[in-house]
């Protein structure tokens, strides 16, 4: 009986031991992984309404681009866009939405619960890489904006895409 018992306590000592190994071990994503997770967290998340493959009639929300074209400028960090959509998704209001338009065509987005983690990971997706375009978007931006208008919406996603 003793011996099964220090059995049992030997082996419980050994297993937390190795816990801290375990714990230290994290595991790290490459910056393509990264990339991709937050692509496919966008594509689960927003595109039921923001879907860029869906025509310009049927859209339930702006594109994608369009946001991160209003949200972000030149002078924007990742800091301050990840707070703006956090801000943004926790409680949408009109007077803090940088697309009056789109809030006359689609009218105030619902509140959308969904965890930081992943508004966080949407955001910095957006940010650092290229948001895919609708057909129609080119010609309905010069139409909005006027032709040559990107750079001041944050249209340097070729530079952005290219970090």
């Not at 049992?8 to 190994?21: D, G, M, N, W, Y």
């Not at 966008?42 to 869906?54: A, D, F, K, L």
Request: aromatic share 8%.
């Amino acid at each position: 009986m003793r011996a099964l018992l220090f059995l049992a306590v030997l082996t419980f000592v050994i297993s937390c031991k190795e816990q801290p190994k375990k714990a230290e071990e994290t595991v790290t994503m490459s910056a393509e992984a990264l990339a991709e997770h937050g692509k496919q967290m966008m594509v689960t998340y927003c595109y039921q309404c923001h879907n860029p493959n869906t025509s310009r009639e049927s859209m339930l929300g702006p594109p994608m681009i369009g946001i991160k074209k209003h949200y972000i400028s030149d002078s924007t960090t990742k800091e301050a866009f990840v707070a703006d959509l956090l801000s943004w998704m926790k409680g949408p209001k009109e007077e803090n939405s940088k697309m009056p338009h789109a809030m006359e065509k689609f009218g105030l987005m619902n509140h959308q619960v969904y965890p930081d983690s992943v508004i966080v990971g949407i955001a910095e997706y957006m940010y650092d890489n290229e948001i895919e375009k609708p057909e129609w978007y080119q010609k309905h931006h010069d139409e909005m904006h006027g032709p040559g208008e990107g750079k001041r919406h944050g249209q340097n996603d070729q530079k952005k895409g290219d970090q």
